[in-house]
Nanobody, 125 residues
């Protein structure tokens, strides 16, 4: 059974930083494209970032480009999201997502993905 378990959420001040982690099990992590999505209160879930199987290719939403960095540790089956220069509008539940045999484009498209249960990030201004 596939499990994606997020951690690292919490309260941060505007301008601060947080690092999210996603521990994966039950899938061939090194063959899975991975990503992060978020859902703010009252809004639809939106794409944040994606990374290819090897980590050599990444994609970001315009709203986080230059502030967030996605990375992965295939040996330990962990996905990361480094978030810097946080803004109040970054407040959301952040979800880890995976596409077992997909790529950055399929993760960014958001269909047929495996999902974690999310971790809450709250940014105070």
């Amino acid at each position: 059974q596939v499990q994606l378990v997020e951690s690292g959420g919490g309260l941060a001040q505007a301008g601060g930083s947080l690092r999210l982690s996603c521990a994966a099990s039950g899938l061939t992590f090194g063959s899975a494209a991975m990503g992060w999505y978020r859902q703010a209160p009252g809004k639809e879930r939106e794409f944040v970032a994606a990374i290819s199987r090897s980590g050599g290719s990444t994609a970001y939403a315009d709203s986080v480009k230059g502030r967030f960095t996605i990375s992965r540790d295939n040996a330990n089956r962990i996905l990361y999201l480094e978030m810097n220069s946080l803004k109040s509008e970054d407040t959301a539940v952040y979800y880890c997502a995976g596409d077992q045999w997909g790529n950055v484009a399929t993760v960014a498209a958001g269909t047929g993905l495996l999902w974690g249960k999310g971790t809450l990030v709250t940014v105070s201004s």
